[in-house]
């Protein structure tokens, strides 16, 4: 069963200087209790697409084309009074640094229930304490610490707390945008370890967005490349990690330093991505592709499904 | 890594003992209200064309060590050598002579580059510092230095403001910046984290090629484990202030010693591993119980803690060849 459904999603800005095509033809699903990661440089759109999922893109964005359906609804043609009904209730968000965005002049406890109270109305005195209880329990926090203010906080709880706000009122998904870039690695280890927890053990859907390829490898069942705009890749984790098909995403894997096994010459892609108010008119990869050929500079490359579960958007795609 | 004249070999840079205290000030009345030691007690030293990579967590003192190491602060106590020379005891025209020698990269191109200067104000500004050579000269040498790092053609980029360029060739340009006086040494603090991955690759390869070119020795600061191990000869991990693990980059990453340094090891996720979940590290002692400021400062999340940790922490100890850590697991 699909949690959430992202149709041909397009999304341009309008800005003084042009239009930027920001995202181009997205389509992909979440699934009930999966963690799908999308992963992709800056500027790729990854965080448009988040932003369209939870109504909150900028003014001079335009919805071109395309569908966001939950639950059967298109999200895309909600009235703005039942998208609110929808935003923390049903679809949550962990922004980016998002634990920079607790008040200072409030007690954590206090915060997360203005986001109980807010979505879900009056609670009985008894039902916001126990609520609040399970949701430390479901993070990772002292419930003793609720009275503390957020500068008494370790960056990592702090995340946490933000966290509890976003599963206050009970959401079948939650958008994580870059959960740990701000955080140290260890930390960042825990809070990965404890979103994993919730999504197996609650059946949670994460939406992951990041930038690194190696916290989509280490937390999501499913994964996505984005690459200027479009969707380049997507399928099974161990799939694509094994056997990346686009040559943008093989060209990722072969820029991150490694760890473990022998030490081999990172050959990183050349040239840098393609300016978005101009892209290239065929693939958009194209420019800095090592295996062009002749179709593609012109002609957007078709999205294909090389094998069970695993899509490429590229002219060479068949395997 | 090997010098072409084997005397050329030995120790460029020298930390001994280096302490630094920042003092935490009441604002209105400047009163002192507490000191912060950033660094304690910390020795290490970088042998001429090697990469020295400092690796540590936000808050552990590698930033620091690169600000003493450049002279843009001064150590509380203890001293910090350059080819021999207490950093302390440069004045005049011996100051200048480092300067040159000296050059650092920032981590943020976005903040390290003067807005109102073009690429050519940025980068040809160390030589009318230094008063060096004409114009003509002077022109020629940046052109030189920016088609080094990969900015060609020079003169498309040479008229350009930071903000027509990207994050990476605003790096691009910081470190032509850098290059431009042919320093010794170079201390890079986290250059490419700012950066996406493609280009991360980029400059760690760029690096690595203008490091064998100039015969450079190089200071590589980082939170990333994986980007030190790909660069460095050798590793430095560093935390609150304290080295706990230090030896050649092989050793370190396949054997790491200190308990410390297996826990940031094992906490780094990677394309190699996937969704394994460990458990979170036990912790045997008695949170209660108010250890000594001689303490480990790992003691609290470590593993293998014992009440001896808490007096005092190890010093450290050779455990094989070139491979320090301080622990007292290694003491038997």
Partial sequence: MNVLEVKDLTVQYLTSRGRVHAVERISWELRQAEALGIVGESGCGKTTVAMAIMGLLPSNAEVVEGKILLEGRDLLLLDPEEMRTIRWKKIAMVFQAAMNALNPVHRVGDQI?????????????????????????????????????????????????????????RPTMLIADEPTTALDVMVADQILGQLRRLQVEMGLAILYISHDISVIARSCDRMGVMYAGQLVELGETDDILDHPLHPYTRGLMKSYPKLRGPKTKLEPIPGEPPNLMDPPPGCRFCPRCPDKGASCPTERPPWIQAMEGHWVLCHKGEV | MIPTETEERGPIVVFDEVVKVYRTTQSLLRKSTGEVRALDGVSFTIQKGEIFALVGESGSGKTTCGRLLVHLESPSSGRVLFQGQDLASLRGRSLKEFRRKVQMIFQDPYQSLNPQLTVFQTVVEPLLVQRWGSHEEREERVVEALEEVGLRPAGDFMFRYPHQLSGGQRQRVAIARAMILEPQLVVADEPVSMLDASIQAQLLNMLLELKERHSLTLLFITHDLASARYLADRICVIYKGRIMEQGPTDLVIENPLHPYTRALLRAVPTVDRRKEELPPPACPVDLLLVPKA???????????????????????????????????????
Wanted: some cysteine.
């Fill in chain 2, 294 to 332: 001689a303490a480990c400062p790992f003691y609290s999340r470590c593993p293998d803690c014992t009440s001896r940790c808490m007096e005092k922490e190890a010093p450290l100890a050779e455990v094989e060849k070139d491979h320090y850590s301080a622990c007292f697991l290694h003491y038997g």
């Fill in chain 1, 113 to 169: 229930l203005e986001a109980m109270i807010a979505h879900d109305g009056e609670l009985s005195e008894k039902e916001v304490q126990r609520r609040l209880e399970e949701l430390c329990a479901m993070v990772g926090l002292d419930p003793r610490r609720m009275k503390d203010y957020p500068h008494q906080f370790s960056g990592g709880m702090r995340q946490r707390a933000v966290i509890a706000m976003a599963l206050a009122c």
